[in-house]
């Protein structure tokens, strides 16, 4: 019978591999897509002023915390050696192409490849600094 002997979890964010000048880029990539409507959104009733959180300062206060938390999890995974290690998310199309992203996947083996897209065709917030 199995054991579950811990879980760990992180948000998805291109955030977590990207240092923050890169975070400006990303920004004005989503300013540009139209299917956002930023006037609407800083036109929204009681949206805090974000003034303090996008100053460089600031965004590689939180950069380092989040690099931190992220080699905690690494420490804690290694600690807990586990025999198998079940991995819940999306594919977003790393490991399938477009049109034919199940909405369940199982893999079994040893170990998984990790096969990026080119550089070349990724916008450059989507580069890891």
């Known amino acids: 019978m199995a054991v579950c002997i811990g879980g ?3 948000s998805h964010s291109p955030q977590l591999n990207t240092e923050p000048p890169i975070w400006l880029v990303r920004a004005e990539w989503d300013r540009s897509n139209p299917v956002f ?4 959104l800083l036109s929204r009733p009681g949206l805090r002023d974000l003034t303090t959180d996008l100053q460089m300062d600031e965004m590689w206060r939180r950069y380092e915390r989040c690099q931190s938390a992220i080699a905690t999890l690494s420490e804690h995974l290694l600690e807990l050696a586990p025999d198998v290690v079940v991995i819940v998310g999306d594919d977003q199309h790393e490991m399938f192409p477009g049109d034919v992203i199940p909405a369940i996947s199982i893999y079994g083996d040893d170990s998984i490849d990790d096969h990026p897209r080119p550089l070349k065709t990724l916008h450059a917030s989507q580069v890891a600094g």
Do not use: G, H, Y
């Open 37 to 40: 409507d930023f006037q609407t």
């Open 8 to 10: 760990l979890a992180t």
